[in-house]
């Protein structure tokens, strides 16, 4: 049934890509994917792809311009080596946050980054929370938009008390991903009112909307990257009289000094997925809790694969 479906990845995130091949029960394709030390990417297919529906599955994380460039050396290498179709699996899509010319003279990056994956050969991108619903539509191929909150939503019912739950948007441009999230947990929902000044990576948080004293709180967002928003929010909440604070993200970047941010904030536990790898150093953070998406992955190619709806893997 399989035959001709072959997984690659290069080296953004080994550990998730080798789980998702071995949940997919096909083995990672043989690809050399290395930097020589000129600082230029090589790659080399070790197989023959003649006719197959090849997928590559490579988070653009950091280091993000490098991860970029070998998907995207990925994906020429495959067109020139006949692939049928080229599937990019990006669980985290870099620079999503630059998806509209919100000041003069800024670029859009996220257009850009789609058009040169289309422009390498790509036929069509798997990604995972894109930080906005128009970020599929900067694409000219199909884009299966998945999304990690029924998997947030299980592991929570599973592993926490939600009787007293309010599920809090950390900004209001977040306000529709926690509306969702909040319907799933059956709780109720509050809303930050977040303002970020100028163009670095400070955030200022206002004000809060809707009821925390005496719930339980959820942060939820798409991303934590500097951990800047969301510790600053876990503080205001907890000055608001939340009794417990936690916090979900799908991406945890974990920049700078995120981990230090969160130790320092009233977060009690952080829920990220894998579609970044958290590293050694960061995981020693008992507050960090991953949970894997490689099933999620593993459905979504196999459905792909074998031209089966989607949809139920989209929210
Ligand atoms: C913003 O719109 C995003 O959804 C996140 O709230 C934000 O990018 C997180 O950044 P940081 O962790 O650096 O505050």
């Given at each position: 049934m399989y035959s001709k479906l072959k997984i690659f990845t290069g080296n953004a995130n080994l550990r998730l890509a080798t789980e998702v091949a071995r949940l997919t029960g096909i083995p990672l394709g043989d690809a050399k994917v290395f930097k020589f030390s000129n600082d230029n990417t090589f790659v080399k297919i070790n197989e023959n792809v003649r006719g197959a529906d090849t997928f590559i599955i490579q988070p653009t994380c950091y280091p993000v311009n490098d991860n970029l460039m070998e998907l995207l050396i990925m994906i020429d290498a495959l067109k020139r080596a006949s692939a049928r179709n080229?599937?990019?699996?990006?669980?985290?899509?870099?620079?999503?946050?630059?998806?509209?010319?919100?000041?003069?003279r800024v670029p859009i990056t996220a257009k850009l980054v789609a058009d040169l994956l289309s422009a390498a050969g790509a036929s069509r991108i798997v990604a995972m929370d894109l930080h906005s619903e128009q970020i599929p539509g900067f694409f000219n191929i199909p884009v299966d938009h998945l999304s990690s909150m029924p998997?947030?939503?299980?592991?929570?019912?599973?592993?926490?008390?939600?009787s007293n739950l309010v599920v809090v948007s950390p900004d209001t441009g977040g306000t529709a991903r926690a509306r969702i999230m909040s319907e799933k947990l059956n709780c109720d929902l509050a809303i930050g009112d977040k303002r970020r000044l100028g163009n670095d990576d400070k955030a200022e948080v206002l004000n809060v909307i809707g009821n925390v004293k005496d719930k339980d709180a959820?942060?939820?967002?798409?991303?934590?990257?500097?951990?800047?928003?969301?510790?600053?929010?876990?503080?205001?909440?907890?000055?608001?009289?939340?009794?417990?604070?936690?916090?979900?993200c799908a991406h945890g970047i974990l920049s700078g000094k995120a981990v230090e941010n969160i130790e320092n904030s009233p977060i009690e536990k952080l829920f990220i997925t894998d579609s970044i790898p958290l590293g050694k150093e960061k995981s020693r953070c008992n507050k960090i809790v991953q949970i894997t998406i490689a099933e999620l992955l593993a459905i979504a190619i196999k459905k792909i694969h074998v031209e089966e709806s989607l949809s139920i893997l989209f929210r």
């Amino acid at each position: 049934m399989y035959s001709k479906l072959k997984i690659f990845t290069g080296n953004a995130n080994l550990r998730l890509a080798t789980e998702v091949a071995r949940l997919t029960g096909i083995p990672l394709g043989d690809a050399k994917v290395f930097k020589f030390s000129n600082d230029n990417t090589f790659v080399k297919i070790n197989e023959n792809v003649r006719g197959a529906d090849t997928f590559i599955i490579q988070p653009t994380c950091y280091p993000v311009n490098d991860n970029l460039m070998e998907l995207l050396i990925m994906i020429d290498a495959l067109k020139r080596a006949s692939a049928r179709n080229i599937n990019c699996v990006i669980p985290y899509f870099a620079y999503a946050r630059s998806d509209k010319k919100d000041q003069p003279r800024v670029p859009i990056t996220a257009k850009l980054v789609a058009d040169l994956l289309s422009a390498a050969g790509a036929s069509r991108i798997v990604a995972m929370d894109l930080h906005s619903e128009q970020i599929p539509g900067f694409f000219n191929i199909p884009v299966d938009h998945l999304s990690s909150m029924p998997i947030f939503a299980r592991y929570l019912q599973a592993n926490l008390d939600l009787s007293n739950l309010v599920v809090v948007s950390p900004d209001t441009g977040g306000t529709a991903r926690a509306r969702i999230m909040s319907e799933k947990l059956n709780c109720d929902l509050a809303i930050g009112d977040k303002r970020r000044l100028g163009n670095d990576d400070k955030a200022e948080v206002l004000n809060v909307i809707g009821n925390v004293k005496d719930k339980d709180a959820l942060l939820f967002d798409d991303i934590i990257d500097t951990g800047g928003s969301l510790a600053r929010m876990a503080k205001k909440i907890a000055e608001n009289g939340a009794k417990r604070v936690y916090a979900a993200c799908a991406h945890g970047i974990l920049s700078g000094k995120a981990v230090e941010n969160i130790e320092n904030s009233p977060i009690e536990k952080l829920f990220i997925t894998d579609s970044i790898p958290l590293g050694k150093e960061k995981s020693r953070c008992n507050k960090i809790v991953q949970i894997t998406i490689a099933e999620l992955l593993a459905i979504a190619i196999k459905k792909i694969h074998v031209e089966e709806s989607l949809s139920i893997l989209f929210r």
